[in-house]
């Protein structure tokens, strides 16, 4: 096969102006990220959507080696957690569903969770606000794990949030457990299957700094 590249010092050269670009992207997403700052909720509902937008760009494997912006999440949160929970209804579609996407990247990239795997069963996690038209999942299937935005025909287990709840959610300012335990989240299926996602959300922990677990 013809090599798509002249020589090796064009590999050279398209490598440095690929790292030169990515770098340039990481500053910008730092920047914008410190914008968040002090944002009143019409800042919010505008940057919120361009920041996740450039971290899928980035890639999330490479946003969470930053030590600036591995911080991101807690520090949108904690934004988010100073406005009216009305107001983050634009930001819904949004949020969440991107962070499923990001943790199958995640997943995808890690050793120890790639072995995790092997000796898991398949299963199929859906989570949805139907008042907000919220649909993500997480599936294991022959090894392999995917998490997005969507609905999915198969779930062994339906978890059903409303509104007020997930939005709340988002601010950081809600337990998903005691949300369940007074009935503001709905499950629906084989709730061992959602238990069992524990070793990968613990190498989401470990590996990543990220904490998934049931908590707010």
Known sequence: MKSHYKNKYEIVENFEENYKVKVYYVEELRNMVKGLEGADAAKLKEDIPKIM???????????????????????????????????????????????????????????????????????????????LDVHMFMKIADGKFSAGSGKIDDADLTITINKDTFLKQMQGESDMMSAYMSGEIKMEGEMAKAMALRPLFEVLADEYGLEMGMGG
Do not use: H
Request: no cysteine; aromatic share 6%; charged share 35%.
């Open 53 to 131: 937008a450039k971290i899928k760009d980035i890639g999330f494997v490479e946003v969470v080696k930053d030590e600036e912006l591995k911080e991101f999440m807690p520090k949108m949160r904690e934004q988010m957690a100073n406005v009216d929970i009305e107001e983050l209804v634009p930001l819904a579609k949004v949020v969440m569903p991107t962070f499923f996407e990001g943790m199958a990247e995640l997943i995808a990239a890690s050793e120890e969770a790639q072995e995790e795997l092997e000796d898991m069963d398949d299963m199929a996690l859906q989570m949805q606000v139907p008042d």
